[in-house]
């Protein structure tokens, strides 16, 4: 039996790993969408090659989201058991709505709204890094990945794809540039792991500092090291249950891939997530890059009106808005009622 105490304190652990399941869903999209849209490989693999190399970026090159994430924006006195509670909560239910309605969503924003909830709710709200950041950060990162995914493809995709005979598809049977596109995939699990698994494990970071009363940075350390652990594989576990319905939406109703756009889809999106990670500890959207990507690469090969015309791209843009205002609403008002009823600690 276990006791009251550490009954209460599985409480947030267990909201943390619903919530990395929900961002393994999300998350299964942006890395392997392009590898699914070329079919290059199948769903009954992406899930075990997604969780590994999410782990290792955790491990790797996480470090400074989850600083950001457990301290960056609220400060990490007022992450009690509750709070801590309630914005796990706030974005696993907003990110769940998502996926069902199989759109990938940013778990990174997602989670920064539900910071943001209760850090306005006590006016303690840490705005520099918000403001100066994070923000201006989520605006130019997705801009980057079309501006640079639509020079590429107009300059060097479209010209090479010109001259081939038989376009990409005769590309396809080389046995080297399809192993790129699942080593490209990888490398996109790879950052997805140095950025996105801060979401799940930084407020259990910040919670465990708080209950424990130290902040030292050995303690830290292996507080992220084990909330790491816990987290990570649960991206895998999210990417096999539903995964696949994101997949679909991202990797072949906006637009068919070759193997080699699936190559240039990845080799940006993830470069510019990773630079976010290991530069500044940015939490920053790679769905939001890799659907850049995608559509820049969309209208190189069909033009301005065709991409903009899709129910699924409508539906991204709808999404996109609606999630994070989902999530901050309901961290703020869960903050306010939790305490008014005297829950807080």
């Not at 192993?179 to 997805?192: G, N, T």
């Not at 995608?294 to 999404?319: E, F």
């Amino acid at each position: 039996m276990l006791s009251p105490m550490l009954s209460i304190l599985l409480v947030p652990f267990l909201l943390a790993m619903f919530l990395a399941v929900n961002m393994g869903a999300s998350g299964t999209a942006p890395s392997f969408s392009a590898a699914y849209g070329a079919r290059l490989v199948s769903r009954d693999r992406i899930a075990g090659l997604f969780g590994a190399f999410v782990l290792v970026g955790a491990l790797l090159a996480g470090r400074k989201v989850s600083v950001t994430i457990s301290r960056g924006l609220l400060p990490e006195d007022f992450m009690g058991l509750t709070l801590t509670s309630i914005v796990l909560l706030s974005v696993a239910l907003s990110l769940l709505l998502a996926n069902l309605l199989k759109v990938p969503q940013s778990t990174s924003q997602a989670t920064v709204a539900a910071l943001v909830g209760p850090a306005a709710y006590y006016g303690v709200l840490k705005t520099d890094k918000l403001l100066f950041e994070v923000i201006p950060t989520w605006l130019i990162m997705p801009v980057a990945s079309f501006v640079i995914t639509l020079v590429i493809g107009r300059f060097i995709y479209t010209p090479i794809n010109r001259r081939l005979k038989n376009g990409f598809s005769s590309l396809a049977a080389h046995r080297l540039l399809p192993a790129c596109v699942l080593v490209a995939s990888c490398y996109v699990a790879f950052a997805i792991g140095s950025n996105n698994v801060a979401n799940a494990a930084g407020p259990i970071v910040a919670m465990a500092s708080k209950e424990m009363g130290t902040s030292s940075d050995g303690t830290l350390l292996m507080t992220m090291i084990f909330a790491t652990l816990l987290v990570a594989p649960c991206f895998a576990i999210g990417s096999s249950l539903m995964g696949s319905r994101v997949l679909e939406t991202t990797g072949r109703e906006i637009v068919s891939f070759g193997p080699l756009g699936a190559v240039l889809i990845a080799v940006v999106t993830a470069t510019l997530l990773l630079f976010a990670s290991v530069s500044r500890g940015i939490p920053t959207s790679l769905v939001q890059m890799n659907t850049g990507a995608i559509v820049a690469l969309g209208i190189t090969k069909n033009g301005w009106r065709a991409i903009a015309s899709r129910t699924s791209v409508r539906k991204l843009l709808t999404i996109w808005i609606v999630a994070p205002l989902l999530s901050l609403g309901m961290s703020f008002g869960l903050t306010a009622l939790a305490e008014a009823l005297g829950l807080m600690r």
